[in-house]
Nanobody, 124 residues
Framework: QVQLVESGGGLVQAGGSLRLSCAAS????????MGWFRQTPGKEREFVAA????????TYADSVKGRFTISRDNAKNTVYLQMNSLKFEDTAVYYC?????????????????WGQGTQVTVSS
């Protein structure tokens, strides 16, 4: 089992950058595949990015490709989401998620463990 805590959210102007962090508890973090999702009120949770357990395999939503970068540091039990060239439409609550058995990594149903979320607000 793993517990996840996100941080790094905040208010930023359009065109700016933020880096989200997700700290995981437990000694088996390197066994988990990790994902970032986001959600706005009234909408379903949306896939943003995912990373394999070694960090060498990544996948992104088309809407963030080229602007966001997911990475992980297994020694620190942490996964990151570097967000550059932020747009107003990136405003959302961002969640990190984890599971050992993940197929595509792009579906929220593939993940068993979730953090509490961190708010990202981009002003236009």
């Amino acid at each position: 089992q793993v517990q996840l805590v996100e941080s790094g959210g905040g208010l930023v102007q359009a065109g700016g950058s933020l880096r989200l962090s997700c700290a995981a508890s437990g000694r088996t973090f390197s066994s988990y595949k990790m994902g970032w999702f986001r959600q706005t009120p009234g909408k379903e949770r949306e896939f943003v990015a995912a990373i394999g357990w070694r960090g060498s395999t990544t996948t992104y939503a088309d809407s963030v490709k080229g602007r966001f970068t997911i990475s992980r540091d297994n020694a620190k039990n942490t996964v990151y989401l570097q967000m550059n060239s932020l747009k107003f439409e990136d405003t959302a609550v961002y969640y990190c998620a984890a599971n050992i058995d993940v197929y595509t990594g792009r579906e929220s149903a593939e993940y068993a463990y979730w953090g509490q979320g961190t708010q990202v607000t981009v002003s236009s």
